[in-house]
């Protein structure tokens, strides 16, 4: 009984330990992740004397709301407007890029017609392709159809994702059983109403998990942007904080404005995700149980 009773405590010593050493790496990691935020949160208050000084996070010297006035106030009012095209390019933008990501995502899976794994091994490959190195071949492109400097030139790219697709074709092996899509036919649904009607809505998960990746991707896409438009009235948020980061060099009014627009520029994709975390959750495990 004494060797047994001994055994058990050095038996659940190394459990402790790993279970010690887990959470403070995620302690850690979650530090790390907070901190940055928890400046941003303190230095959208500051003004511009208080973001030099030492005492940075401080909890006095609160300057929010003239901070806000003077960010929506800066250069007439234009970083609404820059707030108004990043919600066009990234919620529109990702509610119709996602739409197009899941169904062409069920029509690999669901669908047999010539060189299906083919294309999908092309579509795979552009998924290892960064966005940086297609931007000049798509500014050649709409510069030819004559749309540099629109909206569209920015809007119509982000529609089409290959990492969509290919998370559409997982979504659609994990949630769509072919025993009911062959239900709808036998009861005479075409091929479009099984989809809209029966799959699509089994799917929804999936949707949900493809539009906040794209939100995500739309909402901080800045090289594109920068590469299309010149007019200043069409930038997203993230274009233009950096015009006036690089503005506040020579003239450090722009910090605080700058701080304070990051700090607005990052609260729609909190929303979103605090919003849609459920179905996001249940998204990741589409096919892990079958």
């Known amino acids: 009984m004494s060797a047994t009773a001994s055994a058990a405590p050095r038996a659940t010593r190394p459990r402790l330990l790993g279970r010690t050493a887990v959470n403070a790496v995620v302690g850690l990691s979650v530090l790390y992740t907070l901190l940055p935020v928890l400046w941003l949160l303190l230095a959208a208050a500051k003004n511009r004397d208080a973001l030099f000084r030492s005492d940075l996070l401080s909890l006095g010297d609160f300057s929010l709301a003239d901070n806000l006035s003077t960010l929506f106030a800066m250069e007439d009012g234009i970083y609404g407007r820059w707030y108004v095209n990043s919600l066009l390019y990234a919620v529109l933008g990702a509610a119709l890029g996602s739409m197009v990501s899941v169904a062409c995502g069920y029509a690999f899976d669901k669908y047999r017609f010539r060189g299906k ?9 552009g998924v290892m392709v960064p966005p940086t190195v297609l931007a000049l071949p798509l500014y050649l492109m709409a510069s030819k159809v004559g749309v540099v ?12 994702n290959p990492f969509g697709v290919y998370l559409g074709r997982v979504f659609s092996q994990g949630y769509v059983p072919d025993e009911v899509l062959e239900a709808a036919r036998v009861d005479g649904a075409g091929e ?4 809209f009607r029966v799959a699509l809505r089994m799917l929804g998960p999936g949707v949900v998990t493809v539009f906040l990746f794209q939100l995500t991707a739309i909402w901080n896409n800045f090289f594109l942007p ?3 438009l010149s007019d200043h009235s069409l930038f997203p948020v993230s274009l233009g904080l950096y015009v006036w980061n690089s503005s506040a060099v020579v003239t450090p009014d722009y910090y605080p404005v700058v701080i304070a627009g990051s700090l607005l520029a990052v609260l729609p994709l909190i929303a979103a995700f605090v919003l849609l975390q459920r179905y996001w959750k249940s998204g990741l495990t589409a096919g892990s149980v079958k």
């Not at 794994?117 to 490959?125: P, R, S, Y």
């Not at 479009?192 to 989809?195: G, N, R």
């Open 149 to 160: 400097n629109t909206f569209w030139s920015v809007f119509i790219p982000v529609l089409f």
């Open 192 to 195: 479009l109403a099984s989809y």
């Open 117 to 125: 794994e083919k294309l999908f091994g092309l579509v795979l490959a």
């Open 226 to 228: 920068m590469v299309m």
